[in-house]
């Protein structure tokens, strides 16, 4: 009688831990950060109120600077502006840092190749991809040194925030960049779920967990463009980082799509307004890389759809492999 084959064993994952510390000096720094919404609007509403006419030529003049000003200005100082406020808020978020196999993006970077790491889930605001920010050094090699955070292109058209995201390694998340990107080898990370997971957070059925995922294929086609390896990566406790209220309907779906966010009331430490997230400490788990076959220009339909079907399967085994050890074990994952 044969016996049955044996179980390939997992390797051992890498894992980096920090110290929680939500004091004054990581709150500022993560108010610099995620603050800004929640500044401009105020400012905004200051201006058209009760500000006087020189408050308000001041504060147009600001805003109007740097809206014309480029999203790297001041270039290296900016940089090291965005690497401490990346430091401080690690602290604030207690970020602890899961790679299943360390081995496999160490071959990765000697095969020349680099990576996509699709994030999920999007939830309110998904600061955890902060985590790629090369500062921390959590990836090795090329792949660490050139990883970037592709996000919503409307943040790179607000002032103050666009030179805020730039500044800790924010690109807009157009399909040039990616493809550009790519094309030297530079590896990206991007929540391909997007803000349409924003619309079906339903607070009254806090046991579901939902991903739009089904018919995000973009990302897989990029791939396939150029064989590129693809991490499926999950971000546990974002769920605990605001309140909010979001408005529903295809309307507002419609909305969100065109615009690239959803305008929803949320509120974070303190009970502000568009203010920070509440101190959350996150776990970041970055799954193992699978292969993608490298098919340039002739990408048939039957490959993204094998591909993508592959994603989402590791996905869903990812979050199983991990929900029980991050207390969310009443927590079902679906993917819609």
């Not at 831990?17 to 800004?36: E, F, M, R, Y």
């Not at 602890?96 to 190749?113: D, L, P, Q, R």
């Not at 966010?261 to 788990?285: D, E, H, Y």
Request: proline share 7%; glycine share 8%.
């Amino acid at each position: 009688m044969c016996s049955p084959s044996p179980t390939k064993a997992r390797p051992k994952p890498t894992i980096y831990t920090t110290s929680q510390d939500a004091s004054l000096i990581p709150t500022i720094a993560v108010t610099l950060w995620l603050g800004w919404m929640g500044i401009l609007t105020y400012t905004v509403i200051y201006a058209a109120t009760i500000a006087s006419i020189f408050q308000r030529i001041v504060i147009l003049s600001i805003l109007t600077a740097s809206f014309i000003l480029p999203p790297e200005f001041p270039g290296n100082m900016g940089t090291q502006i965005g690497n401490w406020i990346m430091k401080q808020a690690r602290k604030y978020f207690g970020v602890k840092v899961i790679i299943e196999n360390e081995a496999a993006f160490h071959k990765i970077n000697e095969e020349g190749k680099t990576v996509i790491f699709a994030v999920e889930p999007h939830d309110i605001l998904p600061y955890g991809v902060f985590v790629f920010n090369s500062v921390f050094g959590f990836l090795p090699g090329r792949v660490g040194q050139t990883a970037r955070v592709l996000m919503t292109g409307a943040i790179f058209q607000l002032p103050i925030i666009k030179h805020v995201y730039t500044w800790v390694g924010g690109l807009p998340v157009d399909k040039k960049t990616f493809r550009s990107r790519l094309a030297n080898n530079e590896c990206v990370a991007f929540v391909p779920g997007g803000v349409q997971e924003v619309t079906l957070i339903d607070p009254k059925k806090k046991e579901e967990l939902l991903l739009y995922l089904r018919n995000r294929k973009g990302f897989i086609k990029l791939a396939l463009e150029r064989g590129t390896p693809i991490s499926p990566t999950f971000i546990f406790h974002l769920d605990k980082s605001y309140g909010f209220v979001t408005p529903r309907g295809k309307f507002m779906n419609n909305v969100a799509r065109k615009i690239g966010f959803l305008p929803v009331l949320f509120w974070g430490r303190f009970g502000i307004p568009f203010g920070i997230p509440n101190p959350q400490k996150i776990t970041v788990v970055m799954g193992e890389p699978f292969d993608v076959p490298c098919e340039g220009e002739n990408i048939s339909e039957e490959s993204v759809d094998k591909y993508h079907e592959i994603f989402l399967q590791k996905m869903k085994e990812l979050f199983e492999r991990y929900k029980h050890e991050e207390g969310y074990g009443n927590r079902e994952l679906k993917i819609m």
